[in-house]
């Protein structure tokens, strides 16, 4: 649903979803602030704010998404490198 409504432009719903997305995986699946699902989430959210030219809202999620990233997969994988050039050019 996310998706559609990313594409219809429709960002306020976009980021419903994912928040509602985040909490749930932080307390259903108890997968906790360490989890990539978690990192992936803050990182969908970082996309969406970005789209909507919320630069300051965009990195704090990118800064989140990449603790996680490089807590868990290191500062060589791909997805903390990806979030660290992105947080470096905002």
Same mark, same amino acid.
């Given at each position: 649903m996310a998706?559609? *409504?990313?594409?219809?432009?429709? *960002? /306020?719903?976009?980021?419903?979803? *994912?928040? $509602?997305?985040?909490?749930? =995986?932080?307390k259903i699946? %108890?997968?906790?602030? !360490? $989890?990539? /699902?978690?990192?992936?989430?803050?990182?969908?959210?970082?996309?969406?704010?970005?789209?909507?030219?919320?630069?300051?809202?965009?990195?704090? =999620?990118?800064? =989140?998404? *990449? !603790?996680?990233?490089?807590?868990?997969?290191?500062? /060589?994988?791909?997805? $903390?490198l990806a979030?660290?050039?992105?947080? /470096? %050019?905002?």
């Amino acid at each position: 649903m996310a998706n559609i *409504y990313q594409e219809q432009g429709h *960002y /306020d719903q976009v980021l419903e979803i *994912y928040k $509602s997305v985040l909490e749930l =995986m932080i307390k259903i699946r %108890e997968c906790g602030q !360490d $989890s990539p /699902d978690v990192a992936v989430s803050f990182n969908n959210l970082a996309a969406v704010y970005l789209r909507q030219g919320n630069h300051v809202q965009a990195k704090e =999620m990118a800064t =989140m998404a *990449y !603790d996680i990233f490089l807590k868990v997969l290191g500062p /060589d994988h791909p997805n $903390s490198l990806a979030l660290q050039a992105f947080i /470096d %050019e905002q």
